[in-house]
């Protein structure tokens, strides 16, 4: 799906990036811990989390990730958006708690991907 | 013998907002020079990891960094607290930082073992007292 879609599917606010909205995007994950995100994820470009700081942005570019979505309406201060901005990552915002968010993009073919058990 | 190319940071341990700078300078580098981007995800997290924890545990340090054409070298080194129990630091889940910074997500215990999954070598020195250095390397 497309993060555009992804955005749709969560009622998601566009916070940058739009220009990117059409990227495709094959999986994701959910995390408030990014010591878990760097430790298991393996090539998923998108990152739902309700945790807010730069290291989030910093780590979503670490692992080559293209669309974050700050749950729970967290909402990221001008720094954090400058910074995807320069990395081209789509930040969206929305209202939903973690465990619908997942499960609305599981259900509508957003996979985790490959998956470390 | 070809020299490297050599990079070298000194890692601000009072401003965990910056933690990360390092590591996004030197995955900008590996991508200019036409690195795998697999291997420059391997080098941006272990070196990732690496400075967090400097900034967590060590109020920062040095970050030294060798490009050679075969593997890239990091060298990270702290005056901090260094490390009693060495085996016990490398479990999985272990983790001696504090409740502040797992608010912030990190400090979940996974920082050295990732080093070492995404490095091809890795080496851990300490001394409590005087400090860590870590080395690493990861094959082009």
């Known amino acids: ?117 | 013998m070809t020299e490297p190319i050599r990079l070298h940071f000194e890692v601000d341990g009072e401003n965990f907002a910056s933690a990360g700078a390092a590591s996004e300078a030197v995955k900008m580098r590996l991508k200019q020079i036409g690195v795998d981007p697999a291997v420059v995800r391997k080098v941006s997290i272990a070196m990732y990891e690496g400075e967090i924890n400097m900034v967590i545990h060590a109020k920062g340090g040095r970050a030294d960094v060798a490009i050679w054409p075969t593997h890239v070298e990091l060298v990270l080194s702290d005056d901090g607290p260094g490390i009693a129990d060495i085996d016990l630091a490398m479990q999985e889940g272990y983790s001696t930082a504090p409740d502040a910074i797992r608010s912030l997500g990190f400090g979940a215990g996974m920082g050295l073992p990732n080093m070492k999954k995404y490095s091809d070598e890795m080496k851990l020195e300490s001394e409590v007292g005087k400090g860590t250095t870590v080395t690493m390397r990861i094959n082009l």
């Open chain 1, 1 to 117: 799906m497309t993060i555009r879609e992804v955005a749709t599917l969560l009622h998601a606010e566009v916070l940058c990036c739009e220009k990117l909205l059409d990227t495709e995007v094959h999986s994701a994950c959910g995390s408030d811990m990014m010591s878990d995100v760097l430790a298991f994820v393996k090539d998923q470009a998108v990152l739902l989390t309700g945790l807010v700081n730069l290291q989030v942005i910093r780590t979503a570019e670490m692992m080559d990730m293209k669309c974050v979505v700050f749950i729970r309406g967290k909402r990221p201060d001008p720094a954090m958006i400058d910074f995807a901005i320069t990395k081209g990552i789509v930040l969206l915002c929305s209202n939903m708690r973690m465990y619908p968010a997942c499960g609305i993009l599981y259900k509508n073919g957003l996979g985790a991907g490959e998956i470390t058990v």
